[in-house]
């Protein structure tokens, strides 16, 4: 079966200091890879999502960057953090049958 | 432009009482349709989802939905909370087409609170 592995789980970063969040998924090839943001109180926003292997597609101008440097693994990134990146960030995956299933999430505190 | 609307951000609801969570939308034609909850400091557990056919839908932990697109609506019913229903909920609508697959619209989610 497919599972979807997130990390870290839990992240305090000082404001100007860089962001790594990586997520991978087994059990499955191709798929389509979504990062998305749940910002407090609020609903989840669709950040970056990739159909293959360095394919990706910004949604919002923000901070932020994405990679994906294998089929499986995709990576967000920032060079220099802000106070309004905090929040939940959530990996998806995604098949031809629409569906898309999410990781554990990452919870940063930027300060 | 499209949306989702929940209109409901927080619902109390007594062990064992039926509950029903709404979810309005507004899409230029039938999304794909779909319901989320999570735990707190969880990511997202898929409850159920409508594509097509039956606009009634069975989902995981007794949860079904029904699309109604008279009313562009796709409600979330339960018949007998269960303590352990206590989380957030969210509904998603997703456009057609394998160009779209993952690219969800969410609504801003409801916290349920079960009492004993």
């Known amino acids: 079966s497919q599972t979807i592995h997130q990390w870290p789980a839990t992240l305090v970063q000082p404001v100007g200091s860089p962001l790594s969040l990586e997520c991978t998924v087994e059990g499955t090839s191709n798929p389509n890879l979504y990062w998305y943001r749940q910002a407090a109180g609020r609903g989840l926003q669709l950040l970056f999502y990739s159909v293959g292997i360095g394919q990706i597609s910004s949604e919002v101008p923000q901070n932020l960057s994405a990679s994906r440097p294998q089929d499986r693994q995709f990576i967000l990134s920032s060079k220099k953090l802000l106070l309004s990146d905090s929040g939940f960030y959530l990996c998806?995956?995604?098949?031809?049958?629409?569906?898309?299933?999410f990781g554990e999430g990452s919870w940063l505190t930027v300060v | 432009a499209q949306s989702v609307t929940q209109p409901d951000i927080h619902i109390t609801v007594s062990e064992g009482a039926s509950l029903e969570l709404r979810c309005n939308y507004s899409y230029g034609a039938t999304p794909y349709l779909f319901w989320y909850v999570q735990s707190p400091g969880q990511g997202l557990q898929l409850l159920l989802k409508?594509?097509?056919?039956?606009?009634l839908v069975q989902g995981i932990k007794g949860f079904e939905a029904e699309f109604k697109r008279s009313q562009s609506s796709f409600n979330l019913r339960k018949p007998s909370v269960h303590w352990s229903d206590a989380a957030e909920y969210f509904c998603?609508?997703?456009?057609?087409?394998?160009?779209?697959?993952?690219?969800?619209?969410f609504g801003q989610g409801t916290t349920l609170q079960v009492k004993p």
């Open positions: 409508y594509f097509s056919g039956d606009t």
């Open positions: 998603a609508v997703g456009a057609r087409g394998s160009g779209n697959t993952g690219k969800l619209i």
């Open positions: 998806a995956w995604a098949t031809s049958g629409n569906t898309i299933y």
